[in-house]
C-alpha cells in the first residue's frame, strides 16, 4: 500500500510539474501547481509513514504545515500579483 501512495504522489508531482510548463496563464500555472503539489506531497508523507511508523509524529506535523502553508502562499503569490498588474488569460504576441 504504501508503495501505490508513494507511485501516487510521483504520478501527481509531474503532473503538476508538467502543469506549470503547459499552462499559458500565470494564475493557472499557481493553481495547477499547488493543488497537485499539495496531494502529491501529501500523498508521499502518507506513504513514509506506513513505511516508518516511528517517524510518525514528524511526517504528521509536516503534513499539517504543508496542507496550511502551500495553498495560503499559492494564494499569497496570486494576491500580490493581482495587484502588481498581471492580466488574466493569454498574453497576444
Given at each position: 500500500?504504501?508503495?501505490?501512495?508513494m507511485?501516487i504522489?510521483?504520478?501527481?508531482?509531474?503532473?503538476?510539474?508538467?502543469g506549470?510548463?503547459?499552462?499559458?496563464?500565470?494564475?493557472s500555472?499557481?493553481?495547477?501547481i499547488g493543488?497537485a503539489?499539495?496531494?502529491?506531497i501529501i500523498s508521499?508523507?502518507?506513504?513514509?509513514?506506513?513505511?516508518?511508523?516511528?517517524?510518525m509524529?514528524?511526517l504528521?506535523i509536516?503534513?499539517?504545515?504543508i496542507?496550511?502553508l502551500?495553498?495560503?502562499i499559492s494564494?499569497?503569490?496570486?494576491?500580490?500579483?493581482?495587484?502588481?498588474?498581471?492580466?488574466?488569460?493569454?498574453?497576444?504576441?
Amino acid at each position: 500500500m504504501a508503495n501505490i501512495l508513494m507511485g501516487i504522489g510521483i504520478i501527481f508531482l509531474f503532473a503538476g510539474s508538467l502543469g506549470l510548463f503547459t499552462m499559458e496563464d500565470f494564475y493557472s500555472k499557481i493553481q495547477a501547481i499547488g493543488i497537485a503539489d499539495t496531494v502529491g506531497i501529501i500523498s508521499v508523507i502518507i506513504s513514509l509513514m506506513l513505511k516508518y511508523p516511528e517517524n510518525m509524529a514528524r511526517l504528521l506535523i509536516l503534513s499539517i504545515l504543508i496542507l496550511v502553508l502551500n495553498p495560503a502562499i499559492s494564494s499569497i503569490i496570486a494576491y500580490h500579483a493581482a495587484k502588481s498588474g498581471e492580466k488574466v488569460g493569454r498574453k497576444i504576441k
